[in-house]
């Protein structure tokens, strides 16, 4: 927002920043630091959108996405998005251009050196045909981008599967789980669900290469749950159908598949048993193993000669395609780094231990990465994708390190079949492609699948842009050019101007890797001991850009841009959460442009505070308003006492919304969310116009907009497909919005002048709609044209919907008799119009 709300985290102890990689920059010299464990930003968001239940109402979530994309679909087609020269109107992509994101896998087609699919953690599937000097986006009409693992057919290359669903234990992709397994006959141009929706995670595809109809498919399911969901599936109609061929327990996922291409028969598969709740999590257990089937998956057995017992973490296998009796195994331990990369050489009727644990890198948090790879032409080149990357070339007797500039935490290793000096590296950072076995490598990180938590936009130039992305640094986008920059390192988890001069800002990590910059000089920033969650915020005086405001448990200020901090609130919050992530604190705070007196502060336990007087008192407004995590507070920007609340979660059976409006600084607040899915909302914009207000808001589907104030509600543009939106911020002088993504970096949109009437108000006789009587007293009838799938909702003032029904034919009739008496509206939208009536009940 112009008023920003962005994350300070402060040191509260010792912390571990996460998978950091730095380029040679312009600003700024940075280096490796100590690695955050990647559970964080998943358990931070998890908690956001599941609080207060510690679930996550998967059936509203998959309704909403649903409904966004037909939403998307009639954007499309909608004139409203072509200029009269016919250039599209909608959403930009803007950047960042010198990171990627995380890549989970990376796949090439049998018999070409130049066609790459990649697969991103919340980005989709890319496709290049120039061996990456370009890419395309080719999954983005599907409910899910979060990829698991893709797999093509070896003899009809055109086949693809993807897996959704990203397999890793931890990172925010995991917040949500995938939608089943996809499958293109057009070499991705197209794609089709074929099942195993409920599956939660893939973890490997792998397809008989005798039998390409015949697929395997390792899922892990849901993360948060224990169920039957989980475990080895097969298709042997190129999934028409799926049979769960190998399940262990409730608790036991399969992470990874092999098959022997002599003999399909042979299929090895690794199973991980993970459990994760709203407070522990269990990424080992006594069910992990090895299992190999000599029947084509009717039966199993369990191979231990050789391998360790006892509680196993993730398990990862890599088969050697000319000698297909040597395979790999790399195994986690139940402390979660590495326990050894075992290798047998007769099928797994033994194995031995390498004693490779200590010539490899490990961190704390090993099943993260991509494990054990093995050369499909030479068993004796096998390699370690782990925090950063090793190879033996004597079959796992000594290990050296290689592609050492690489971004840490790699996932995922591709060798050619047919040259194996072709190989394509993917990590957190992106994918780094050698064609002489990584003696010399190109980074190619120019894929829109960066993971935004938040950004900001230069008010005096809105080409000058700061952000701050998972795993991958703040950084900034030099004004009037494409010249992006670090500034601060880890998880750049806010970013903010102080709007005074283009020397000014602050970019911070996780709990505390803050780095200031006001007037050109470094500010040895220093925040009292106290409780900050990941993404603490930081509001910024809209009139003086040196006053600024800091969220712990308590509202902090600076009135010297960072030098002299105090706190000017007492604990805002109801205390620390149970989670052992910190919780309970102060989540968004807003100081308004209309009087700055006004300051509103919102907490991750739903408590929602003002002061009129400038920090000096306090009053908590929110006892009407949702238990649920506060993610955004605006206000007019000509009325510091109209006010806008967002929230996170979802409704379950509470009679709640996610965005709420009130007229009076938070003495009464209405609901006015209209027709909004029941999906998290994460922002909002407030666009005042001479005769009206518009209203923006960003949810885990995308960006919608309200041209009456909240009562409809349309999804804004068509270009950006189904991700987490986490961060919006509104240009007013030059009618732009711009939008930060979680998978697909940051995008920007220029804004109509007034509604555009194709998906507003349409005139009766136009849509051919006879609505009477008007005042009513008991029945109102609604006569229409042929209205096939019709939707007529009325609305009560605030918004609530309070009566649904889908028109079919051409007459109907609704009882008013149980409606008090008072103003509604009715809204009547089919596929190309919509139509709304103010009624009055007398």
């Known amino acids: 927002m112009q008023l920003k709300e962005i994350l300070l985290t402060a040191f509260v102890t010792s912390i571990l920043v996460a998978g950091i990689y730095f380029h040679p920059i312009e600003k700024i010299s940075i280096s490796y630091k100590e690695h955050e464990n990647p559970l964080q930003p998943d358990e931070w968001l998890y908690y956001q959108k599941a609080f207060p239940y510690n679930k996550i109402d998967a059936v509203a979530q998959s309704k909403a996405i649903k409904y966004t994309l037909e939403l998307k679909l009639k954007n499309k087609q909608n004139a409203m998005f072509k200029s009269a020269g016919g250039s599209e109107d909608d959403w930009q992509f803007i950047g960042p251009t010198i990171i990627g994101g995380r ?30 000097d370009t890419w395309e986006m080719i999954f983005d009409e599907n409910e899910s981008l979060s990829i698991g693992d893709i797999v093509i057919d070896p003899v009809d290359t055109n086949i693809i599967y993807v897996g959704t669903g990203e397999p890793n234990v931890g990172g925010g992709s995991l917040t949500y789980d995938g939608n089943g397994i996809y499958k293109s006959t057009d070499g991705g141009n197209t794609w089709n669900n074929t099942g195993l929706t409920e599956m939660g995670n893939t973890g490997r595809l792998a397809i008989d290469p005798q039998n390409t109809n015949i697929v395997f498919a390792a899922m892990m399911g849901n993360l948060f749950e224990n169920n039957s969901n989980r475990g080895l599936f097969k298709t042997d109609d190129g999934g028409a159908t799926w ?24 299929i090895y598969a690794a199973m991980w048993e993970r459990v ?15 299992y190999k089937s000599t029947d084509g998956g009717d039966t199993w057995n369990e191979l231990t000669t050789g391998l360790p017992s006892g509680e196993l973490s993730r398990i990862t296998l890599s088969l050697c395609n000319a000698e297909p009796e040597i395979i790999y195994a790399c195994i986690i331990d139940d402390d979660e780094s590495i326990l050894d990369i075992y290798k047998t050489t007769n099928g797994g009727d033994s194995w031995t231990d390498l004693n490779a644990s200590g010539d490899v890198s490990s961190v704390a948090y090993d099943y993260w990465f991509g494990g054990v790879k093995v050369d499909p032409n030479n068993p004796d080149n096998v390699f370690y994708i782990g925090f950063t990357p090793s190879r033996s070339t004597n079959g796992g007797n000594t290990w050296n390190s290689f592609a050492g500039a690489a971004h840490v935490d790699n996932h995922t290793l591709f060798i050619s079949p047919t040259n194996s000096d072709i190989k394509i590296l993917g990590n957190d950072g992106g994918l780094y492609f ?25 008010q005096a130039d809105t080409s000058f842009i700061i952000a701050g992305a998972q795993d991958n640094n703040s950084f900034i986008k030099s004004a009037g050019s494409d010249t992006w920059y670090y500034v601060n390192g880890g998880d750049g988890v806010s970013s903010v101007f102080l709007q005074t001069n283009d020397e000014s800002y602050y970019a911070n990590s996780q709990y505390g890797g803050y780095y200031g910059k006001v007037d050109g000089i470094n500010v040895p920033l220093g925040l009292p001991f106290d409780r900050y969650i990941w993404r603490s915020p930081i509001a910024v005086n809209p009139l ?29 919050t109801n205390g620390p959460g149970i989670s052992p992530v910190i919780y309970g604190c102060v989540s968004t705070i807003h100081n308004a442009i209309a009087d700055t007196n006004y300051i509103y502060a919102g907490c991750d336990d739903g408590n929602v505070w003002r002061s009129k007087n400038y920090g000096d008192d306090w009053e908590k407004i929110s006892d009407v308003l949702p238990k649920r995590f506060v993610t955004s507070i605006q206000t007019d920007p000509a009325d510091a006492e109209i006010v806008y609340v967002t929230f996170s979660g979802y409704r379950w059976a509470d009679d709640i919304a996610h965005v709420y409006r009130s007229t009076n600084a938070g003495d009464i607040w209405e609901n006015i969310e209209g027709d909004l899915p029941d999906i998290p909302v994460n922002d909002i914009a407030v666009y005042k116009k001479v005769d009206s207000t518009y209203l923006y808001i960003a949810n885990d589907a995308g960006v919608y907009v309200s041209y009456d104030e909240g009562i409809f509600w349309n999804l804004l543009g068509s270009t950006i497909p189904i991700v987490s939106v986490y961060d919006i911020e509104l240009h007013a002088e030059t009618n732009t919005l711009f939008a930060g993504t979680y998978g697909r970096g940051i995008y920007k949109i220029n804004l109509p002048i007034a509604p555009p009437p194709p998906l507003n108000v349409y005139d009766d006789a136009e849509m051919n709609v006879a609505i009477y009587p008007n005042p009513v007293s008991d ?11 019709a939707m007529i909702k009325i609305y009560g003032v605030n918004g609530k919907v309070l009566f649904q029904k889908e028109f079919f034919g051409k007459e109907l009739t609704i009882d008013m008799k149980g409606f008090d008496s008072g103003s509604y509206f009715l809204g009547i939208k089919t596929a190309k119009k919509e139509v709304v009536r103010k009624v009055v009940k007398m």
Request: aromatic content about 12%; hydrophobic content about 35%.
């Open 544 to 572: 003086n850009g040196y006053t600024i405001y800091f969220g712990g448990t308590k509202v902090y200020r600076t009135n010297d841009g960072g030098y002299d901090v105090n706190a000017i609130s007492s604990d805002l």
């Open 103 to 132: 890549i989970q896998d990376v796949e090439m087609p049998n018999g070409s050196d130049q066609t790459v699919y990649a697969g991103s953690a919340s980005g989709g599937v890319l496709r290049s045909y120039n061996f990456g």
């Open 779 to 789: 029945n109102l009838f609604i006569e229409m044209d042929n209205a096939v799938g």
């Open 243 to 266: 049979e769960n061929v190998l399940f262990v327990s409730d608790s036991t996922g399969a992470i990874d598949v092999v098959i022997n291409p002599d003999d399909p028969q042979i």
């Open 276 to 290: 994760r709740r709203f407070n522990r999590r269990d990424a080992a257990g006594f069910s992990s193993g090895i």
């Open 434 to 458: 050698t064609t002489n076995n990584f003696s010399t490598y190109t980074t190619v990180q120019n894929i829109p699948v960066t993971q935004i938590y938040d950004f900001d936009v230069y």
